[in-house]
C-alpha cells in the first residue's frame, strides 16, 4: 500500500496547459461518460456529488443533464481548477451547479442524501483511500448510485507495432503516480472495498480505447506524452533521450496506416448503496 504523506502536491499538476488536456480528453470520453450515466438511470432533478472535478468539464454535463430541478455539487482539491471550473458554470448559465474546494483526503462529504455520485480518474491519485470509503456511504441516499470510471489495467496503454520508448513512458509514468503515493489500477481492488462497505456492486465493465493516427484517442494519448513528460523529467523517471526516441516512434507511427494507440483501460464501476 502507498505510504506517501497526504499533502503530497498533486501529480499531474494544475497548469493551464493540464487544464486544456482535460478539456480534450473529457471530449473524447463524454460519449463513455453519458453512457455510464444513462445505464445509472440518471435523470433530471436529481442530486449528483462530482468527487475531484477538476475545472468542471463532467460536471457541466451533469449539470445540464439533472436541469433546473436538480443539482450538481462538485469537489475539487484545486483551488485554481475550483475557480475555472465557477467561471464555466456561470458562462453557461448552471446556476444549479456548485463548485467547491474540498480535500477527499481530509474534509468530510456532505450528508446530503445524494442520489448519485461521479467519481472518474481521482481515486487513483488518493494516497488513502479510507476516508473516502467511510464518507461515500453518508453522503449517498439509501439507493443512491456511484458511478466511477477509474483504471484498471494501465499497462494495456502502447504504441503499436513500434513503441518501445512510448511503453518505457507508460511504465514511467506509474511508477510516477505510485512515487505520489496512487495506485495506477486502482479500481482492481475498489469493486471489492465498496462491496465491503456496504454497497452493491451492479456493474463491472472494461472500456478499452484504441486510437488510430488522426483519432481523437490518438491524439490524447500523444498529448499525454507531450505535457506529462515534463514532470517526468523532473522527477528524474524521463530524459530528454527518451522523450527524443519517443517522438520519434510517434513521428514514424503517423506514416504507418496501420499504426495504432491503445489507452490505459478504465473499469466501469456501477453500484447502489444499499437500503437499511
Ligand atoms: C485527472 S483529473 C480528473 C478530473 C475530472 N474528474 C475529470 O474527469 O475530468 C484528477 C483530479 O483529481 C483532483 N484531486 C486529486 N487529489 C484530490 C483530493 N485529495 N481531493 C480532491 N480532489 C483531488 C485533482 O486536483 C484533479 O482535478
Keep these: 500500500m502507498p505510504q506517501q504523506p497526504t499533502d ?3 501529480v499531474l499538476g494544475t497548469h493551464g496547459e493540464e487544464l486544456e488536456r482535460l478539456r480534450f480528453q473529457h471530449e473524447l470520453w463524454r460519449p463513455l461518460a453519458e453512457a455510464a450515466w444513462d445505464r445509472a438511470g440518471l435523470t ?4 449528483v456529488l462530482d468527487l475531484g ?14 436541469g433546473p430541478t ?14 475555472a471550473g465557477r467561471l464555466l458554470a456561470v458562462e453557461a448559465g448552471l446556476t ?7 480535500d477527499l483526503l481530509r474534509d468530510p462529504l456532505p450528508h446530503e442524501g445524494f442520489d448519485l455520485a461521479w467519481m472518474r480518474w481521482v481515486a487513483m491519485f488518493l494516497a488513502d483511500l479510507e476516508p473516502l470509503l467511510t464518507q461515500l456511504p453518508l453522503a449517498l441516499r439509501p439507493g443512491g448510485r456511484l458511478v466511477l470510471h477509474e483504471y484498471v489495467q494501465w499497462d494495456s496503454f502502447g504504441l503499436h507495432p513500434h513503441g518501445a520508448a512510448i511503453h518505457r513512458f507508460g511504465q514511467a ?8 503515493g496512487g495506485d495506477p489500477d486502482v479500481n482492481r481492488r475498489l469493486p471489492s472495498l465498496l462491496a465491503a462497505r456496504g454497497f452493491r456492486i451492479d456493474a463491472l ?3 478499452p480505447v484504441l486510437g488510430r493516427e488522426g483519432s481523437l484517442a490518438a491524439q490524447w494519448m500523444q498529448r499525454f506524452v507531450m505535457v ?9 523517471l524521463w530524459s530528454a533521450a527518451d522523450q527524443a526516441e519517443a517522438l520519434a516512434e510517434i513521428e514514424a507511427a503517423a506514416e504507418d496506416p496501420g499504426s495504432f494507440w491503445m489507452g490505459p483501460t478504465v473499469l466501469e464501476l456501477r453500484a447502489t448503496r444499499w437500503a437499511p
Design 205 to 207: 465493465e472494461p472500456l
Design 96 to 102: 444549479h451547479l456548485e463548485l467547491r474546494q474540498h
Design 70 to 83: 436538480g443539482q450538481v455539487l462538485a469537489l475539487e482539491h484545486s483551488p485554481a481548477y475550483v475557480a
Design 8 to 10: 503530497q502536491p498533486y
Design 173 to 180: 509514468v506509474q511508477r510516477s503516480f505510485r512515487q505520489a
Design 228 to 236: 506529462y513528460a515534463h514532470q517526468l523529467q523532473a522527477q528524474g
Design 53 to 66: 472535478a477538476g475545472p468542471g468539464f463532467a460536471a457541466l454535463d451533469l449539470a445540464r443533464r439533472v
Design 44 to 47: 433530471a432533478g436529481e442530486r
